[in-house]
């Protein structure tokens, strides 16, 4: 059964959020943004694309959370490379705090293939104006221990992938119908941006169609980095182990805090810490 929550932003639908997707083990089944919208209507998200059907739309996902692959796909195994492996787990959500037209609140476990929960987590999402041609998203998310152990996350890079494949994390499959443009205030080019530590990066696409869209995020953690793609696909990512394995402390929550400004038409770099100037608090 695939249940979808939807965002508003005066009145506009921005964003469903799909809840309990019917996928394929192998996918990684776990809640996700898709469409996510401009207030115009532009479409700014992909999910199940071709090329990796495991991408879907924005979402939370790790593709290592003690040994268990939570983002889809093959397993990237030291030594051997990317491998199919019977490791696939599951995001669920388990239960509502709260549902409003700008916000949603609830409950999720990250478990094994077999079950066993591994994470617990809290997911706030919530979606204010920014001015008459965008809005903010925000995904507040506290995750904490299930296991009574500390929880490991690793990525590809942290097992032995060479070349900055340092994905899992918040994780943003735009859509786009030729290379998008990626910058940050102090570089450009996704060989530039990607592995970085700066405090915002934006994306600017046009969507099939021809509708211009700008993406500005925010929101790394103190360990995280920028994962970005440009060339073999349009994705932005607040990856928790980009060079190194991060830690869910037994007692200790992480807490994330990404937030999004969706804006139509292509922004020029000068405008944007203007724009992020007026993010709600």
């Not at 994306?203 to 060339?231: C, E, I, M």
Request: charged content about 20%.
């Amino acid at each position: 059964m695939t249940d979808a929550e939807r965002l508003t932003v005066a009145g506009v639908e921005v964003a469903r959020y799909v809840l309990r997707p019917d996928l394929d083990p192998r996918h990684g089944p776990r809640p996700y943004l898709h469409p996510v919208r401009t207030r115009a209507g532009v479409p700014v998200t992909d999910a199940l694309p071709a090329d990796h059907v495991w991408h879907l739309g924005a979402s939370l996902a790790v593709p290592d959370v003690d040994g268990a692959n939570l983002w889809g796909g093959r397993t990237y195994v030291r030594g051997s490379g990317y491998t199919w492996r019977d490791d696939h787990g599951v995001i669920a959500h388990t239960a509502w705090r709260e549902r409003a037209a700008d916000r949603l609140d609830h409950d999720l476990r990250w478990h094994d293939r077999d079950g066993r929960p591994l994470l617990r987590e809290r997911r706030r999402l919530t979606a204010a104006p920014a001015g008459d041609d965008g809005w903010w998203l925000t995904l507040s998310s506290t995750l904490a221990s299930a296991t009574g152990a500390d929880v490991h996350l690793g990525s590809p890079a942290t097992n032995g992938r060479p070349g900055g494949a340092g994905y899992g994390g918040f994780f943003w499959r735009a859509v786009a119908d030729a290379e998008p443009h990626v910058f940050t205030g102090e570089a450009t080019g996704e060989e530039a941006v990607n592995g970085s530590a700066a405090p915002w990066l934006a994306l600017t696409g046009t969507a099939p169609g021809g509708g211009a869209y700008t993406l500005v995020f925010g929101g790394l953690g103190p360990r995280d980095r920028w994962f970005v793609r440009t060339a073999m696909y349009p994705g932005v990512c607040v990856a928790y182990a980009f060079d190194r394995p991060a830690v869910v402390a037994a007692g200790v929550p992480r807490r994330n805090r990404h937030r999004v400004l969706v804006v139509d038409g292509h922004l020029d770099p000068a405008a944007v810490p203007a724009r992020l100037a007026e993010a709600p608090s």
